[in-house]
């Protein structure tokens, strides 16, 4: 999934999404007609008849209409929008993506170009097998009250050197913790810190779990199983535009952002 912020004053209409090309997009329900009408949310796109100026024809690209209308946020619209990725192993040709805002008339009115991901040996890891992370509910939350959310994720294998985990909860909603009591790590193989405290919360939109410290390097990692994380959560009385949380893995103790790769693995 991505999420843009648009001022309201630039119009949008459409966000052209390009990939590196070993890390092919898809549309949910994808349409094969390269040539669709625009009435599709979302399709294939290769400028191929030069509708964007300046740009050249585009591979490994999606068009994503933004004409579902946007969340307002002051003077900017919030977007949200999923799109199916399939990741190589190891990457071979860059890591660079680019993100184009248009117009109706099919001007470039906002976007980044050439966003950075994960490329190096110490920001990438290879052989890392984990599972997508599935969240659900103790019992159904309500607006309002706070109920316990359960991350779950399962290491298919062993995952090396990793100092922490990183939850990371959306926009508006807030741990409660302590007030409506701890994390609780439901597997009693997982390696939480035993020379600290082992959880740390002081930041109401994220939880960091530490992991001990290995006796020796042949000891360093966390085995394979599935692991559940509760956390008492606070549930916004308005809903965000995007209600994604995210989990990381972290190579230091002291991440606080999943999208720093220079301080964690982002899933």
Avoid at 66 to 93: A, C, D, H, K, R
Avoid at 148 to 176: G, M, Q, T
Wanted: charged letters at 20%; proline letters at 9%; one cysteine or more.
């Amino acid at each position: 999934a991505a999420s843009f912020t648009i001022p309201v004053a630039r119009a949008p209409k459409f966000a052209i999404v390009t990939a590196p090309s070993d890390f092919p997009l898809t549309c949910p329900g994808e349409v094969d007609a390269p040539d669709a009408p625009q009435e599709f949310l979302c399709q294939p796109f290769k400028n191929k008849n030069g509708q964007v100026a300046g740009v050249g024809m585009l591979n490994n690209s999606l068009n994503v209409s933004l004409t579902m209308g946007g969340v307002p946020e002051g003077s900017n619209l919030i977007y949200s929008v999923i799109m199916g990725l399939e990741t190589p192993i190891v990457p071979q040709n860059g890591m660079l993506w680019d993100v184009r805002i248009i117009d109706e008339g099919y001007n470039i009115v906002d976007g980044a170009i050439g966003i950075r991901a994960p490329t190096s040996g110490s920001e990438w890891m290879k052989d890392f097998y984990v599972d997508a992370p599935r969240l659900y509910w103790e019992s159904p939350p309500q607006a309002g009250e706070s109920e316990v959310a359960i991350i779950e994720v399962n290491f298919a294998r062993r995952v090396k050197e990793v100092r922490a985990l990183l939850i990371a909860l959306p926009e508006r909603y807030r741990h409660d913790i302590p007030s409506a009591g701890s994390v609780v790590v439901e597997n009693e193989f997982f390696p939480l810190a035993t020379d600290r405290p082992w959880s740390f919360y002081q930041n109401l939109r994220w939880v960091r779990i530490l992991v001990k410290t290995p006796e020796a390097e042949g000891f360093d990692f966390i085995p394979g199983g599935t692991n559940r994380f509760r956390i008492p959560t606070m549930v916004p009385t308005t809903m965000p535009a995007n209600k994604e949380w995210y989990f990381a893995l972290c190579r230091e103790d002291t991440c606080e952002d999943v999208d720093n790769a220079e301080e964690g693995y982002g899933d």
